[in-house]
C-alpha cells in the first residue's frame, strides 16, 4: 500500500547531514521577495492526501495530484511592486491505493468515485512586494484549497535582517480560516551553486465561514528552502493535518504537499516583451468569450497557437479554447416517468447511504441530483407540484440540490406542504444542502409537526443548517430537550439528541442529563453520554 512517511520534523536534520556546509550562527540576512521584471521561476507541487475513515472497517484512502505552477514577473505597477502573472495548472487526481481493514481493494475505484479533481487551470495577475507575495491556489474542495493556502501562501518577510533562530509571524485573515504562520529562520545553507536559507513554518488556526460547522484544523508544519541570491522558492516539503466532521463520521486528513523547483531565469527584454505579447494575446481571447463572442475568441485562440507554439501558458489557452467550444452532448431525454422512476431509486439509495453513513456514496448522490436539476429542472419542479406523493417527495428533495435560490425557496415552501411525505424530503433535502440561510423560523414551526418522521427530519435540518452563534438557538435547544425526553418516537428522541450536539452549547448539559435519567434505549442514552462530553469540550471544561 502506497503511505505517508511522517518527514517535516526531521528535514532539518536531514538537510544539515547531506554534504551541505552550514553557515555560522551569527549570520544575519534580509529576506525579500524578487521585484525584477522578467523573473520567471515554474515549479512542480504535488500534494499527496490520505484520508481516514470508520465505516464498516476503517477505510484508508490514498490520492495524488501533481500540478505546475509557473510565476512571472511583468512591469512595475508602483514604486517597491512588481506585477506578475501566476498559472496553477492541475493534473487530474489518481487515486493511489484504498484499504478496508487489513484488505487492500481491488480493482481501486476511480477517482470521480470519490469526487476527486479532473483538473483545472488557473492564471491571474496578481501583486508582489518586496514583503508581501500572495499566493495562487488551485481549483479543489473548499476545505483542500483553505489548508494548501496556509502552506503555499508563506512569502510575507519582516522588514529587518534576521539571524538563525530568530522567529517572526503572520497572521491569516481569511473568509475560511483564520490562524497563525509561524516562521523561523533555521540556517543559512551554503552550497556549491547557491546559499538557501532554511525556514520553518508552523500554521496554527481554525476554518471559518462555511466550513467552521463541519471542519477543523490540527496543524501544518512547513519547511522551505529560499534561494537567498536568486530570492526565490528552491524547495518546500510540508505536512497538513485536518477533519472533517460529518453525521456519518469523521473523515481524518493528512496532506504531505512537496514543491520541487524545476526553472528559475531571469528573461531579457526580447524574451520579456515576447511573453507580454502572449498575455496580451490571452486576454484578447479571454475578453472575447466573456462576451459571448466564441467565434472571436476561437480565431485569437487559433492564431496564438500558431505564432506561439510552445508557449508556456499553452494549459491555459487550451482550457480557455475548449470552453469555447459549446458542449454538443445534449441531455438525455427522458420522459415524466422515467425521470420519476431515477429520482426515486436516487433518493433510495440516498437514504441507504445516510444509514450505512457511507460518506461517499453520499456525495456521488449529490452530484447526480444536482445534474438531473441541471438538466430537468422544469420537470423535476413540474413533478414536486403534482402528482402522488411517491413522485413528489423524490423531485422536492432534488430540488434542494438546485443552484437557483427560488429552487431552495421553493423547497422550504414544501416543508409546510398538507402532505406529511412532501414535508419531510422537504426537510431533508434542507439538512443535505446544509445552507446557512435556511430559515430557522421554518425549523421551529416543524419541530411541533404532527407526524413523528416530519419531527425526525426537522431536527436533522436543525443540525445542519442552524449556527450555534444564532439569536434563537436558545429557544431551538429548549424544544430540542422536550422532543429528546418527551417525545414518544425514538427517531425523533434520537434525532433530537444529535442535534443538540450539533447546535447546543454547555448551558444544555443539564437537559441531557435530564434525559440520561429517563432514557432506556441504550443507543439514545450513548448519544446523549457523547453530546454531554462534546459540549463540555466545546466549553472548555
Not at 543559512?188 to 471542519?215: P, Q
Not at 447546535?503 to 443539564?510: Q, S, V
Amino acid at each position: 500500500m502506497h503511505s505517508i512517511q511522517p518527514k517535516v520534523s526531521l528535514l532539518v536534520a536531514a538537510i544539515l547531514c547531506a554534504g551541505i556546509s552550514a553557515a555560522d550562527a551569527d549570520d544575519r540576512t534580509t529576506i525579500k521577495n524578487n521585484l525584477l521584471p522578467g523573473h520567471l521561476t515554474q515549479h512542480r507541487v504535488t500534494r499527496t492526501v490520505l484520508r481516514t475513515v470508520k465505516k464498516q472497517k476503517l477505510e484508508k484512502l490514498v490520492w495524488k495530484q501533481p500540478s505546475d505552477w509557473v510565476q512571472l514577473n511583468v512591469h512595475e505597477p508602483r514604486p517597491g511592486g512588481v506585477r506578475i502573472f501566476q498559472m496553477f495548472v492541475d493534473y487530474p487526481a489518481k487515486v493511489m491505493s484504498l484499504t478496508e481493514g487489513d484488505e487492500k481493494v481491488a480493482p481501486t475505484p476511480p477517482p470521480v468515485y470519490f469526487g476527486l479533481s479532473r483538473g483545472n487551470v488557473r492564471l491571474y495577475s496578481l501583486e508582489r512586494s518586496p514583503r508581501e507575495s500572495p499566493a495562487l491556489i488551485p481549483k479543489c474542495s473548499a476545505m483542500e484549497q483553505a489548508v494548501m493556502r496556509t502552506i503555499l501562501d508563506f512569502a510575507y518577510w519582516p522588514d529587518h535582517a534576521v539571524a538563525p533562530g530568530q522567529k517572526w509571524e503572520r497572521t491569516i485573515r481569511e473568509s475560511d480560516f483564520e490562524g497563525t504562520q509561524t516562521f523561523e529562520f533555521v540556517e543559512l545553507i551554503r552550497a556549491k551553486d547557491e546559499t538557501a536559507l532554511a525556514i520553518r513554518v508552523d500554521v496554527t488556526g481554525s476554518f471559518k465561514g462555511v466550513l467552521e460547522k463541519e471542519c477543523s484544523f490540527e496543524k501544518a508544519e512547513v519547511l522551505l528552502h529560499w534561494a537567498r541570491m536568486d530570492r526565490s522558492l528552491l524547495k518546500l516539503q510540508s505536512r497538513a493535518e485536518y477533519q472533517r466532521k460529518r453525521a456519518e463520521g469523521v473523515e481524518k486528513y493528512v496532506m504531505d504537499l512537496d514543491v520541487d523547483v524545476k526553472r528559475i531565469e531571469t528573461l531579457n527584454a526580447d524574451e520579456l516583451e515576447g511573453m507580454v505579447d502572449q498575455l496580451i494575446a490571452f486576454d484578447k481571447a479571454d475578453t472575447a468569450l466573456r462576451k459571448r463572442e466564441r467565434g472571436a475568441a476561437r480565431q485569437i485562440c487559433e492564431d496564438y497557437r500558431r505564432k506561439w507554439p510552445e508557449s508556456i501558458w499553452m494549459p491555459a489557452l487550451d482550457d480557455l479554447e475548449r470552453r469555447t467550444r459549446p458542449s454538443t452532448r445534449a441531455p438525455a431525454a427522458m420522459t415524466t416517468s422515467q425521470l420519476s422512476r431515477k429520482l426515486g431509486e436516487a433518493l433510495i439509495k440516498w437514504e441507504a447511504a445516510r444509514v450505512s453513513r457511507d460518506g461517499d456514496v453520499l456525495d456521488q448522490t449529490r452530484r447526480l441530483f444536482k445534474a438531473l436539476v441541471k438538466s430537468h429542472g422544469s420537470k423535476i419542479r413540474s413533478i414536486a407540484k403534482s402528482g402522488d406523493d411517491k413522485q413528489r417527495a423524490p423531485a422536492v428533495f432534488a430540488l434542494a440540490f438546485g443552484e437557483s435560490d427560488d429552487d431552495f425557496y421553493t423547497v422550504q415552501k414544501y416543508a409546510r406542504d398538507e402532505r406529511a411525505a412532501v414535508r419531510a424530503m422537504a426537510l431533508a433535502g434542507m439538512a443535505a444542502r446544509r445552507d446557512k440561510d435556511t430559515s430557522v423560523e421554518l425549523l421551529l414551526l416543524v419541530l411541533d409537526d404532527k407526524k413523528a418522521n416530519v419531527r425526525a427530519r426537522a431536527c436533522d435540518a436543525v443540525a445542519a443548517c442552524v449556527p450555534r452563534e444564532h439569536f434563537s438557538v436558545d429557544k431551538i435547544a429548549g424544544k430540542l430537550g422536550t422532543l429528546m425526553v418527551e417525545d414518544k418516537s425514538r427517531a425523533v428522541r434520537l434525532s433530537a439528541v444529535r442535534a443538540l450536539a450539533a447546535i447546543g452549547a454547555e448551558t444544555d448539559i443539564p437537559k441531557l442529563e435530564k434525559g440520561l435519567s429517563r432514557e432506556i434505549d441504550d443507543e439514545i442514552r450513548d448519544e446523549m453520554k457523547k453530546a454531554v462530553k462534546s459540549l463540555r469540550k466545546q466549553g472548555g471544561g
